[in-house]
């Protein structure tokens, strides 16, 4: 018997995967690690016939599936509240699974539905890299909602999920009729272009101590995944970095009074090998801060509730009586609690989180000529003012809805962009009326 896996959407979090009853494989996967998708959760737009290109490079880490089963990564899209359509898998086969399923077809004539699209891994215990390449098409009804990425490794990508990574926010204007649209002029204004960026590196380190060892744990993938962040920042010609803070966050664990400034030195240790590791390290040692935050409970709680874990209720009840007071107080009350040597052995984080955040200022396009330019060569370089100015200066209205639709890529709640584009997709007879979806 065929079963479908449960589906349930939590607010704050998206879509999150749950038990079934039973699956293909019993496969024990440990699934701490994510796989993760090039570009990063980014805006899709379908076109008037809803479709929309999806092209990506989806990462798998190292030991994610075994050598004896079979991943799925399956494309979902959703809605707010369920699951809207599912897309064509990436299919990866480790080696004993196709041996398994060749053996099958020569005794029994058994037949593999996924023969003609499986990929075959020789080793499941390196870092695969996969390209997605296909055209999807949205249902008809379909405005706003996410393209999620399933993985699954029960050798039929029914049964039991792994975990779920978001692909993208998929939006277009809803249509209505009946509804008269006015063109929307912008005047353009000069502001300041400020970005942001943030991430988490967990990092292992020795008790008590703040050096880092490159050698424990995935040290150094996540110092690589900071420098990955960063780092293009500091080699664009447009952009120049104003801000970098490193932060690390206190353990709950133990007296506070120690744990903080252990916490920072940890900041410090991971600000070193960034300089160290980055063009004109000298500069921005200028601007950088390090500091530390506690990291309080709540982690330790949401490990229990996600677990599954019913005495998650004795440390909830702590941190909510105790809300107004210090980690050290808190914790005087969890380690009185009968369960304590089970939060210590099952919960208490190995790894140190380390965040990070940084801003930026990207160089202003103040000339028609320089935005029709550099449109060309750095649309993601673009304000919303500045994709707005080169609409109402492009002749050509097919050129003129193209760039609308960039600007509702990078800027789907530009209201002036939604609207002018739907009375162009009306003009060219492909929707009745368009309503900006607000």
Same mark, same amino acid.
């Given at each position: 018997?065929?079963?479908?896996?449960?589906?349930?959407?939590?607010?704050?979090?998206?879509?999150?995967?749950?038990?079934?009853?039973?699956?293909?494989? %019993?496969?024990? =996967?440990?699934?701490?690690?994510?796989?993760?998708?090039?570009?990063?959760?980014?805006?899709?737009?379908?076109?008037?016939?809803?479709? #929309?290109?999806?092209?990506?490079?989806?990462?798998?880490? +190292?030991?994610?599936?075994? %050598?004896?089963? $079979?991943?799925?990564?399956?494309?979902?899209?959703?809605?707010?509240?369920?699951?809207?359509?599912?897309?064509?898998?990436?299919?990866?086969?480790?080696?004993?699974?196709?041996? %398994?399923?060749?053996?099958?077809?020569?005794?029994?004539?058994?037949?593999?539905?996924?023969?003609?699209?499986?990929?075959? #891994?020789?080793?499941? +215990?390196?870092?695969?890299?996969?390209?997605?390449?296909?055209?999807?098409?949205?249902?008809?009804?379909?405005?706003?909602?996410?393209?999620?990425?399933?993985?699954?490794?029960?050798?039929?990508?029914?049964?039991?999920?792994?975990?779920?990574?978001?692909?993208?926010?998929?939006?277009?204007?809803?249509?209505? %009729?009946?509804?008269?649209?006015?063109?929307?002029?912008?005047?353009?204004?000069?502001?300041?272009?400020?970005?942001?960026?943030?991430?988490?590196?967990?990092?292992?380190?020795?008790?008590?101590?703040?050096?880092?060892?490159?050698?424990?744990?995935?040290?150094?993938?996540?110092?690589?995944?900071?420098?990955?962040?960063?780092?293009?920042?500091?080699?664009? @010609?447009?952009?120049?970095?104003?801000?970098?803070?490193?932060?690390?966050?206190?353990?709950?664990?133990?007296?506070?009074?120690?744990?903080?400034?252990?916490? $920072?030195? $940890?900041?410090? @240790?991971?600000?070193?090998?960034?300089?160290?590791?980055?063009?004109?390290?000298?500069?921005?040692?200028?601007?950088?801060?390090?500091?530390?935050?506690?990291?309080?409970?709540?982690?330790?709680?949401?490990?229990?509730?996600?677990?599954?874990?019913?005495?998650?209720?004795?440390?909830?009840?702590?941190?909510?009586?105790?809300? /107004?007071?210090?980690?050290?107080?808190?914790?005087?009350?969890?380690?009185?609690?009968?369960?304590? /040597?089970?939060?210590?052995?099952?919960?208490?984080?190995?790894?140190?989180?380390?965040?990070?955040?940084?801003?930026?200022?990207?160089?202003?396009?103040?000339?028609?000529?320089?935005?029709?330019?550099?449109?060309?060569?750095?649309?993601?370089?673009?304000?919303?003012?500045?994709?707005?100015?080169?609409?109402? =200066?492009?002749?050509?209205?097919?050129?003129?809805?193209?760039?609308?639709?960039?600007?509702?890529?990078?800027?789907?709640?530009?209201?002036?962009?939604?609207? /002018?584009?739907?009375?162009?997709?009306?003009?060219?007879?492909?929707?009745? #009326?368009?309503?900006?979806?607000?």
């Amino acid at each position: 018997m065929k079963l479908k896996i449960v589906y349930q959407v939590i607010a704050g979090v998206g879509l999150a995967l749950l038990t079934v009853m039973s699956s293909c494989s %019993k496969q024990n =996967i440990v699934s701490d690690k994510k796989i993760t998708c090039t570009p990063d959760s980014f805006m899709l737009l379908p076109d008037s016939s809803n479709q #929309v290109a999806l092209n990506l490079q989806v990462h798998i880490p +190292k030991h994610y599936f075994s %050598k004896r089963s $079979r991943l799925f990564v399956i494309p979902v899209l959703t809605d707010s509240d369920s699951i809207v359509a599912k897309y064509k898998p990436i299919v990866l086969d480790a080696p004993i699974y196709r041996k %398994k399923m060749e053996r099958k077809w020569v005794l029994d004539s058994i037949a593999d539905p996924y023969d003609s699209i499986a990929q075959r #891994v020789t080793n499941t +215990k390196v870092d695969l890299s996969v390209l997605y390449n296909d055209t999807i098409t949205l249902p008809a009804n379909f405005h706003k909602g996410s393209l999620v990425a399933v993985a699954s490794a029960d050798g039929c990508g029914e049964c039991r999920a792994i975990s779920y990574t978001k692909i993208a926010d998929v939006f277009r204007p809803e249509i209505k %009729k009946q509804l008269h649209l006015n063109w929307m002029t912008h005047t353009f204004e000069i502001k300041p272009k400020i970005r942001e960026g943030k991430g988490v590196a967990r990092l292992e380190f020795a008790i008590n101590k703040y050096d880092i060892n490159l050698k424990m744990s995935n040290n150094q993938a996540e110092l690589d995944h900071m420098l990955s962040d960063i780092a293009p920042v500091l080699s664009d @010609s447009l952009a120049t970095l104003t801000s970098l803070g490193i932060y690390g966050l206190a353990s709950a664990d133990g007296p506070l009074k120690f744990n903080t400034p252990l916490s $920072r030195n $940890r900041a410090n @240790s991971a600000l070193k090998w960034l300089l160290a590791h980055i063009e004109n390290g000298d500069k921005v040692k200028k601007i950088a801060r390090i500091g530390s935050r506690p990291e309080g409970w709540q982690p330790v709680l949401d490990a229990m509730v996600a677990a599954g874990d019913a005495d998650s209720t004795m440390v909830k009840n702590i941190l909510t009586r105790y809300a /107004n007071f210090s980690d050290d107080v808190q914790e005087r009350y969890i380690r009185r609690l009968p369960i304590w /040597n089970n939060i210590k052995k099952k919960y208490l984080q190995k790894s140190r989180s380390v965040e990070y955040t940084y801003t930026y200022i990207i160089k202003n396009f103040t000339t028609d000529e320089e935005m029709l330019q550099m449109y060309e060569l750095r649309p993601d370089a673009f304000s919303e003012d500045e994709f707005l100015h080169v609409a109402q =200066i492009t002749e050509s209205a097919e050129k003129q809805k193209q760039v609308y639709e960039t600007t509702l890529k990078y800027y789907p709640m530009s209201k002036i962009a939604a609207n /002018n584009l739907a009375i162009l997709l009306e003009k060219e007879g492909k929707v009745d #009326v368009a309503e900006i979806t607000e």
